[in-house]
């Protein structure tokens, strides 16, 4: 594809996913009230408040954008770009149909997983730089998380890419026609959950959402944030989940793959309900404390992982 | 330090509590919808704003000035000035802080003439704080304003003393 | 209180963002952006989750899913940054104060302030104490007053409604108590003090003998401290201490009379580790000096209090500026 | 992990977890002296809600009083105006008919479930945060809490601050369908709290996030004078009700739950076990409901006629959170001439400097969760 066509695809792929991504909060909100038994927004856009993200991107972007004083001000205004971009570069390469991906590039699982771990610093730049005591805590919470969980995700991202022999994405998709790599006996299943769980780590999700823990410290990183640079966070959170349920669903569902849908629409389909699957886990379940949290890294997630690793391996190479 | 929990509990419990929140996800919701459902007030409810009341029959407002319901008031936020003629006290001026009222009820159950009630609407949010200053004619506007409330002088007391 | 949405036409929610004009085959959409901003606010007003007393408790029941102010697009964030409507639920006291007005610089404009029940109006039947503030607009200002005790969950909704209402319409006119900042220091008239002749019944020992009658209690298994307080008899200040034994479910008190001008007593933390707080207590409000005490500095009120507010000599109402009207002002005022 | 604490003044690392925090109970400011994350000293400042209240009962006549009182301690009212109610008529000598009396332990036990589900809902906001799990238990908790509430709004006029109790009897009186009502909400709150029970009992997170956390020596929660779910957590069976029984307690049989080694989780334990004995008494006092009536004095017309010999009382009451005395010394007045309220959640958070150090500070917040301070209370 010529360089212009590029681009354009480029421009309107970051539409969409914006787009989709506000009404990723609606949905979230809805989601959550039905499950606390209750409605969620309601009166904003008169059926079911469909008008409720575009109020609440508008009025953050109204909003005045505080910069403390003592804060270091490049940094700060760095920080909440640095996550944005990061969580969105993760979508260049992503296949979302049987056919079309933006950039077509034979390593897309090794260039995923570096992309994941730039986000991290992003949060570390904005605890550090908030100059705020409750952000300090939570950037390093977020580090030590963030670094640790990068260890099961890699391991477990693996084991697809040994099934099919290659780190290509459409190359993946192919070697799951008809079966798809969850339905393995036990390595399919321990791969998707401990991935499952990596992810959750890493985009700092409930039960592991200990660097923006309401209710120790206040509002984690972002606690000096308002107006636009909260939304980017707000944002960049839902961004990166999107694309980890994006990942979900074409390593281990098979993608496009589907009896009579076109490829596109069982991606989405499957994104969709692995992102309801999070909701649910998210509305669901308590906080772990940071030492359990890497107690159950290094303790159980990697080793897991590993053995995992070394079974799939067994298995390629017994036949064939 | 923390507890070891097996492992095959540890899976049962995880989807127990995922079973658990998925059972609401189908239970109707208990929300009122409130500018459009109400929700039904019961007979004694005492949140309203107050009014002070008419006799019926002779047109005459209720009040006879007495400062009872002054003196018993826990937050001191009713005034009242009486003067007499006509043979009965009447009340000159009557005015109720609703800013510092404490939805109490003593007042009402202290009325010896069902004078003073509360009504079953509440007061509306105000953007002044004198608005909430219920002086005579406002109290008395009131009446017409809501229905009155089930609680009333008389039928507290002998609610407190059964006449045999 | 009518209601206040009217329900029966049904909209696609734009109703006030601007005015649909349906030509032949095109739909035109007129909005100004203040409209559109003024829209945009009203529709998802994010409060502070900050709660002081038993309005806080009301203010969660309607944040619960019987009443869901979700429905409005309201959700509570934990933080003053991102939060543009500060909701006070309670009684204001002084020392809270200073950190309520720093909470609202905290926030970004544009910022509205509820002041939910009779504490956060007008400090309801605590107004007269010396230790609260007589409403919440000496404070920081208000946008709108929700009365009740505690205001019923509906009484919230209206009064987010009528907040939203207030947006909407653009003329958002926060109340500041400015007029009665201008307080000179008014005493009061000091009541003559009659000596009472209560009679004083339970064990009075010496306040020399306080350790040792402790010690020996405690080995006696006295092991439980109920509570150590005092009384101001205006001719003696006695210093009440109750103790029991769980076990056999008995209880000794007794007490120690201090003549009022420098009333010492030893303290018995030594014995008991739960005296440090009541010691400091009877200290901040009575100015009973407990020697031998860990750290005796006040508890209750803020540091720099000059006073002990529960003794007889201390009156009710003592002005402390800018938080108090004069008592002629208030009464005049509240005539008005 | 007992290494030496060199005791520098803010050489740690001093946060504060301020006045306004989503976990604070209320207004509480605990200043963490930490060390990376876990807690070396900590500091505890209350007294953002002084109220006054003890300075304003001295100018306020005997029976307008309950009413203030409710204020206290706002999660369950009807037990500060029940202690101080109880107070007066020890001082005054006024006996109260049975029925009235059996109305009291009616409502105080209602609303000690109230308090105990709002405890429960706040505590799943502490481990779990307002954007997560916790809130979905917060919300269940409040949904369960509105059925009881209706209940008294029927039954008294208002939500929680009922005004129920007078000097001398109670208020209102039960109405007609009140039985019906009552008993559908007790079958309905049982099934729902033993499914917030099997839910929780063995969540892991749960478990691991309570279990050994904030362990309170039976001995030192009785110096620091704890009581109440706090104190029998740790083991001490000392609960008011039964050891000095008031208000025809004694014609009611219930357990009293005790915890075994004093985390976190017992406290929970002692709370959800009290629910269900509470919702059992309720069950024997609507039974057993006397006929008679519910005031022992003529109604209350002027407040300057109550006025009670010279002389001392002290009432106790068993509140959720603990012992609730009322300590009134009368001269003969309608007005009270001291009056002092001992308040179970002063002496339940004056634990927090002894059993904090050590833990981090999601402990922190599970600790004081677990103590359950409401600060009207402390700070009366």
Known sequence: MTSTENIAQGIILLGAILLIVTYLTWLERKFAARLQSRIGPYWVGRPHGWLQPIADALKLLIKEDITPSKSDRFLFNLAPVWVVVTSLLGFAFLPLTASWVLVNIDLGLLYFSAIGSLIVIGIFIAGWASNNKYALISALRAAAQVVAYEVPLLLSLLVPAVFAGSLDFQDIIRAQDGHWFILFPVVGQISFLTFLLAALAEGNRIPFDLSEAESELVAGFNVEYSGMKFAYFYLAEYVHLLAASLLVSILFLGGPLGPFFSGGVWVAIKTLLVFLGVLWIRWSFLRVRIDQLMMLNWKVLTPLTLVNLLLAGLWVSLNG | ?164 | MGTSVDEKKPRLGLETLGELIRLPGLNVFLTSTKELFSWAEKSSLWPLSFGLACCAIEMMATFASRFDLDRFGVIARASPRQSDLMIIAGTVTIKMAERIKKLYNQMPFPKWVIAAGSCAISGDHYRHIYSVVPGVDWVIPVDVYVSGCPPTPEAFMEGIIRLQRIITEGKTKPHLNTAYNKIEQETLKAKPQKTLDIPKTGTYILPGEVPAFARDLRERGFDFLTYITAVDYVDTLDVAYNVRSLENNEEQTWKVSLEPSNPIVPSITSMYKGAEWHEREAYDLFGIDFTGHPDLRRILLPDDWQGYPLKKSYLMDTPKPPYRPSRKEYEAWKKE | MEERVIEREFGEFALNMGPQHPSTHGVFRLELHLRGETVVKVIPHIGYLHRGVEKLSETLDYDILPPVYERDDYLSPTANSLAFVLAVEKLAGIEVPKRASYLRVLVAELQRVTSHLVWLGTFGLDLGGALGGGSTLFLYCFREREKILDLLEALTGTRFHTNMNQIGGVRYDVYASFDGDLSQTIGYLKKRISEYKDMLENNPVFLKRTKGVGVVRPELAKEVGASGPVLRGSGVAYDIRKNKPYSDYTEFEFRIPVGRNGDAYDRYRVRLEEMFESLSIIHQVMEGLPEGPIHSRKPVKIALLLKPPKGEAYAAVESPRGELGVFIVSDGSSKPYRVKVRSPSFSNIALIPYILPGHLIADAVAILGSLDPVFGDVDR
């Open chain 2, 1 to 164: 330090m923390a507890q070891k929990v097996s492992n095959a509990r540890l899976v049962k419990v995880t989807l127990l509590a995922l079973w658990f929140t998925l059972k609401n996800l189908f239970r109707k919701p208990v929300t009122v919808q409130y500018p459009i459902v109400k929700r039904p007030i019961p007979e004694r409810w005492r949140g309203g704003t107050f009014a002070l009341t008419t006799d019926k029959e002779t047109e005459e407002e209720n009040c006879i000035g007495c400062k009872l319901c002054e003196k018993i008031c826990p937050s001191g936020v009713i005034a009242v000035e009486m003067e007499k003629h006509g043979g009965r006290g009447w009340a000159k001026s009557f005015i109720l802080d609703l800013q510092g009222c404490l939805q109490c009820e003593l007042c009402v159950q202290v009325c010896p003439t069902d004078a003073i009630v509360m009504l079953y609407g509440m007061e509306a949010p105000v953007t002044r704080r004198e608005d909430l200053i219920l002086d005579k004619e406002k109290l008395m506007a009131n009446e017409g304003l809501y229905q009155a409330a089930w609680a009333t002088g008389l039928k507290l007391q002998n609610l407190h003393e059964p006449k045999k």
